[in-house]
Each structure stands twice: as C-alpha cells, then as structure tokens.
C-alpha cells in the first residue's frame, strides 16, 4: 500500500502537542530531547506558560520536532510514506522524511528559519486574507489591480475556493475588496505575524540562502512535491534554491495534493498537528481516503483504518 504524507504548517501549533506522544513513545522522545535550539522546545510545545508558542521563532522549531518525531513513530509501526509534500514550514518536515537531512539538522534549520521571517517581517505593516469561492484568475487579477496601493500577491493556493493573499496592508484590504466586487464569496482576515511568501520576505530567502552554504542537504530517498512548483523538482533544481525561493513565493498545496495522487498513492496521511491539510484533500480529491495523525490515540488506530482502505 502507498501512502502519501502531508505535513502540517505554521497555524496549526497548540499548546499540549506531541504531550501524550512524548509520554507514550520513545522514539518520539529522542527527537524532542536531541533538538538544540536556544529555548525549552518541551515546555513551549507543551504548555506555553509566557505565551510564545505562536510567534514564528518558537512555532517553527516546535512543529518540525513534533512531525519529525511522529514521523519515527509511525515509521515503528510499518507506516511509512511513499511520497511526501508539507505546507510552508511542513516542506522541512517533508524533507525530513524523504531523508534530506536528520531531524536535529531539520530542527535547528528551521529554528534559523523562522528567526529570519520574524526579522524580514518586522516593520511592515502586512496583511493576509483568505479568498473563498474564487477561481486563480480572479484572485490574482485581483492582486494585480491593487497594486497601485503596495505588494499583494497569492500567497497559498490551498485548494479549489481558498486561496490566501498576503503583503501590505492597505494592498491586500484593496484586493480583498476587488476579489469580492468579482465573485468571492468570502475575505476572511487571518491572524499571522508577516507577509509570508511574498516577495516581502525576499530577505529572509536571502538569509536563508546563505545559511544553507553551511547545511549538508542529502538527495531524497522519495518523491518530494515542492510547494514552489507544486511537484517534483527537476533536474536543474537544487533543494536549498528551492526552499530559498518558497519563502518568497507562492505555495502550490492544491497541485501538490493532485501531484501526489498522480503518483498512485492509496491514502493520505496528514501529520499534524491540526487537520486543515486533511480538508484541503477533501475539496482537491474528491472521495479520496485522508486521515489525520495527531495524538497517541489517532497512532494507535491508523493502522486498522488503512487495512480498511486496503481491503477495499
């Protein structure tokens, strides 16, 4: 049986995450305890006593520990992936599992990561917003006809109906107006720290250029669906001019969801935390069998609701 993983991103983070996994599993265990950043990865995944699980330098490092850990887990019980893709930040955990680079080296890259997107954001004053029931065309008509008041650029093709924009304020609240004005059905706000994948965050693609000079990326050991491309990279492609163009550029989840049935996977399996990913399958793919893998609980009962999806 093949199965594709999809990992989760940055929003998905709670307090309690990983908790009942890191009590339950050893191998979960070693991948918290082996993380080498300069804060308590344990206590902010956990309980988030001062509060700074969702600002982007602990949030990043926190999820890719957890997907990485959940990863080994679920690897113990036989359940491994026969391709991978992650939203934003849940590329790295991808590539984690595709065998690009081990879980403290994915861990500290991150870390790396968000403290960069937190920097290249400081002092914008961005926006992002959720576009419902519009196709591409209008969305991004949309954010060509606002720029005469500063960046707004699709930011997150998540599915059919969502899109998300993102950039300068007074840009994106234009072309939220505009995409209505066209047949949206819905602008919704979201809560978020930065314009991420815009080319407001081309320093932080630069920073992380640099950075990668000093990291060992292996090749993948299974097809990883890139969110720039929305698929496998070619040959001329290199991995670190990838993720330096990811920060910086729109994310094509919808097409790396269709990539990866394309590949001839049987099931999805969502790696969390959060289910928005399990979602986005179920409006790209119709009918399609996605299951979401959180908690100790949801590990414990994958494995007989996959023999179902192979009995069929």
């Excluded at 519009?134 to 059919?160: I, L, M, Y």
């Excluded at 932080?204 to 060992?216: C, P, R, S």
């Amino acid at each position: 049986m093949k199965l594709g993983f999809l990992y989760a991103g940055q929003g998905a983070q709670h307090p309690g995450m990983g908790a009942d996994l890191y009590e339950k599993y050893p191998a979960f265990r070693a991948v918290l305890d082996g993380a080498d950043v300069d804060f308590d990865l344990k206590t902010v995944s956990f309980t988030d006593p001062d509060g700074v699980l969702n600002e982007t330098q602990y949030t990043q490092p926190c999820i890719v520990a957890f997907a990485a850990g959940l990863t080994d887990v679920l690897a113990e019980k036989e359940i491994v992936p026969a391709a991978v893709a992650g939203l934003s930040l849940g590329e790295y955990s991808a590539l984690y599992a595709a065998g690009v680079f081990d879980a403290k080296t994915a861990v500290k890259v991150v870390a790396f990561r968000g403290k960069a997107m937190a920097d290249a954001a400081k002092g914008v004053e961005s926006a992002m917003v959720a576009v419902l029931g519009a196709d591409r065309e209008t969305v991004v008509a949309a954010c060509k006809a606002a720029s005469d008041a500063g960046v707004a650029e699709p930011c997150n093709f998540n599915c059919p109906g969502q899109i998300v924009i993102g950039g300068e304020r007074a840009a994106v609240e234009k072309a939220a107006v505009i995409a209505r004005e066209n047949g949206a059905k819905r602008c919704m706000p979201l809560k978020v720290s930065g314009p991420f994948h815009t080319s407001l965050l081309k320093p932080a693609g630069d920073a992380l250029g640099a950075y990668f000079k000093t990291v060992e990326f292996e090749e993948p050991q299974i097809p990883v669906l890139h969110n720039c491309l929305g698929g496998e990279k070619g040959a001329a492609d290199t991995i670190p001019a990838l993720l330096e163009r990811q920060v910086q550029s729109s994310v094509y989840m919808e097409d790396c969801i269709r990539a990866m049935a394309a590949l001839g996977v049987d099931a999805i399996v969502e790696i969390g935390p959060g289910k928005a990913l399990s979602g986005f399958v179920k409006k790209t793919l119709t009918g399609f069998p996605v299951f979401a893998a959180e908690t100790a609980e949801d590990v414990e009962k994958l494995p007989e609701l996959l023999k179902k999806v192979e009995s069929r």
